[in-house]
């Protein structure tokens, strides 16, 4: 791990898919110490100890050690939500720059890296950062991420100010009918979808 970066990485990125796979098999543990990683997960020596901190980046551990709710809904039915929060927390400086970071092809993934942390572009460190990105990354879920979080869903309900064309025209006894609408929104980063969306809306249903 390099502590001066704002991005972290492992020399031997491997060892995060084979902690990460072991983790979703073992019990949860108090605390996610050296020994746990030797013995319950069989992974000794000094190489595979980079991964605690590497961990505690990505937000899987408290600083102390500590499994957090992330590291329980990873071992769980939503582990590729928690692997594509963990993704996002420890590169949060790659989402600064691409909110689109994880859809990066290779190239553009080391040039997005050599921006943020401004080092060689064949160098070591800059390979081992985008290594350990993609192997976080092949556990993560973005699609299932969306839903969860609600991106891209606008609800409007037609109760309010009695709108959305005539929901409650023609109606007698006082009876009042509302809806909520589910709008998916696709992703992209192009605004002008977004406005044609938008105003098609305004103009066929809410007038």
Do not use: C, W
């Amino acid at each position: 791990m390099a502590d001066d970066e704002s991005l972290p990485y492992l020399n031997a990125p491997g060892n995060i898919t084979k902690v990460l796979n072991k983790i979703k098999e073992a019990e949860t543990p108090p605390r996610f110490t050296g020994d746990y990683l030797a013995t319950t997960l069989q992974m000794p020596g000094g190489s595979p100890k980079p991964v605690i901190p590497f961990l505690k980046r990505t937000g899987f551990l408290a600083s102390d050690g500590v499994p957090t709710e992330m590291y329980k809904r990873f071992r769980g039915s939503e582990s590729g939500v928690a692997a594509s929060e963990a993704l996002r927390q420890g590169y949060k400086a790659l989402y600064r720059v691409n909110e689109y970071a994880h859809d990066a092809t290779d190239a553009k993934l080391t040039d997005l890296i050599v921006q943020v942390t401004g080092a060689e572009k064949g160098s070591a460190r800059v390979r081992s950062i985008a290594s350990s990105f993609q192997a976080l990354k092949a556990f993560a879920n973005f699609s299932e991420s969306a839903k969860k979080t609600g991106d891209g869903e606008v609800e409007l309900n037609a109760d309010e100010a009695g709108s959305a064309g005539g929901s409650e025209k023609g109606l007698q006894g006082g009876i009042q009918l509302a809806y909520t609408i589910n709008l998916h929104l696709p992703a992209t980063p192009d605004i002008a979808v977004f406005d044609a969306i938008f105003r098609s809306l305004k103009e066929h249903l809410i007038q």
